[in-house]
C-alpha cells in the first residue's frame, strides 16, 4: 500500500512541526535536560524518551489512519526533516543551543538518534 501525495506532505509537515518545538524546547530548557554534570538524569531523559516517542508515532498513526502497510514509509517521513536539519544544526551547536555546555553536544546527538530510531523501529514493527 501506498501513501497518497497529500499524506505523505501532510506527514512530513509534522515532522517539521515536531523538530520545530523539540529545537525551541532544547533552546530553552535543553542546560536541565542534558546537564553532562547529572548523568543520572540524562540516563533517565534517554528511558523516557522511548515510551514518549512510541506513544506519539503511534499517536500520529491512528490520527492519520495509516494503514499498516504504509507505517514505514509514514515513519520515514516522519523523521525525514528533523534528520536533515538536525545535520545542518548539530555542527552550530554552541550558536542554536547557547544555554547548553558544549559537552552536551554528544548527549544531545545521542538523544536525537534514540529518538529518531524508535519512531522508524515502531514504523517497521507495526507494519507486521
Known amino acids: 500500500m501506498t501513501i497518497e501525495r497529500n499524506e505523505m506532505n501532510t506527514l512530513v509537515a509534522i515532522g517539521f512541526v515536531i523538530w520545530l518545538v523539540a529545537t ?3 533552546r530553552l ?4 535536560l542534558l546537564n553532562p554534570d547529572n548523568e543520572p538524569f540524562i540516563a533517565a531523559v534517554f528511558m523516557v524518551t522511548i515510551p514518549a ?3 506519539l ?9 495509516i494503514p499498516s502497510a504504509s507505517k514505514p514509509i509514514a515513519a520515514s517521513l516522519l523523521v525525514l526533516p ?6 545542518i544544526v548539530l555542527p552550530l551547536f554552541e550558536s542554536v543551543y547557547p544555554n ?23 514504523g517497521v514493527r507495526e507494519n507486521t
Open 24 to 26: 525551541v524546547a532544547f
Open 29 to 32: 530548557v535543553g542546560h536541565f
Open 53 to 55: 516517542m512510541v506513544l
Open 57 to 65: 508515532t503511534l499517536g500520529i498513526f491512528r490520527w492519520r489512519k
Open 82 to 87: 528533523g534528520m536533515s536539519l538536525d545535520a
Open 100 to 122: 547548553m555546555a558544549p559537552e552536551s553536544t554528544g548527549y544531545f546527538g545521542g538523544f536525537l538518534l534514540l529518538a529518531y530510531a524508535v519512531v522508524l523501529v515502531v
